[in-house]
């Protein structure tokens, strides 16, 4: 059971905007930076946000990251099908000493 | 480009030792913290363990702590992980990220990952 919890699934049809959550507690979320991470079928995740909103070089404008108290989301605009994969959310745990990831949302291009 | 590659994985029956390496394509290797993540099969994303870029400080997830051991070789480039007591749980793909600095704290991402081993523990 993750500490940072996500929902299972989100879709959109292309050109739509979706958003992901991801919600964790004090001792993560609420005073440390979190990242998201890109998992196309079949590869290995890929650094999508890091520091709640920063995206590396070659990450689409279109994905954007927010923070806000104990939660973070991701927001995928003008959605294409190439965005169809697994997202996951991770933040330094205090209580742990250690970063944390989400339980992954898979996101579906109707 | 950062390239990560992987090897090691393999079968092995439980109780069993592996050795997992990553080679990795980066000039300042020592600059930067390296880690393992592990994915179940079907399942989601877990930290097993950091090392810091001189390998002077380490972390390990609770479910691998006294089982598994994480070093490296600056020289070589290449970051090690030793299994001992492999158990059903251990099986994954096991992947080789790095950190974007050198030392395992709040601050980091997991900037690049290698393409994975699939370690399989069973009898």
């Known amino acids: 059971q993750s500490v940072l919890t996500q929902p299972p699934s989100a879709s959109g049809t292309p050109g739509q905007r979706v958003t992901i959550s991801c919600s964790g507690s004090?001792?993560?979320?609420?005073?440390?930076?979190v990242s998201w991470y890109q998992q196309l079928p079949g590869t290995a995740p890929k650094l999508l946000i890091s520091r709640n909103s920063q995206r590396p070089s070659g990450v689409p404008d279109r994905f954007s990251g927010s923070k806000s108290g104990t939660s973070a989301s991701l927001a995928i605009s003008g959605l294409r099908s190439e965005d169809e994969a697994g997202y996951y959310c991770a933040a330094w745990d205090d209580s742990l000493s250690g970063h944390v990831f989400g339980s992954g949302t898979k996101v579906t291009v109707l | 480009e950062v390239l990560l590659e992987e090897s090691g994985g393999d079968w092995e029956q439980p109780g069993g030792s592996l050795r997992l390496s990553c080679a990795a394509s980066i000039f300042t290797f020592s600059a930067y913290a390296m880690s393992w993540v592990r994915q179940a099969p079907g399942k989601g994303l877990e930290l097993v363990s950091v090392i810091s870029g001189s390998g002077d400080n380490t972390y390990y997830g609770d479910s691998v702590k006294g089982r598994f051991t994480i070093s490296r070789d600056n020289a070589k480039k290449a970051v090690y992980l030793q299994m001992r007591g492999l158990r059903a749980e251990d099986t994954a793909t096991y992947y080789c990220a790095r950190l974007s600095g050198p030392f395992y704290s709040d601050y980091v991402s997991f900037d690049s990952w290698g393409q994975g081993t699939l370690v399989t523990v069973s009898s």
């Open positions: 004090n001792s993560n979320i609420g005073s440390n930076y």
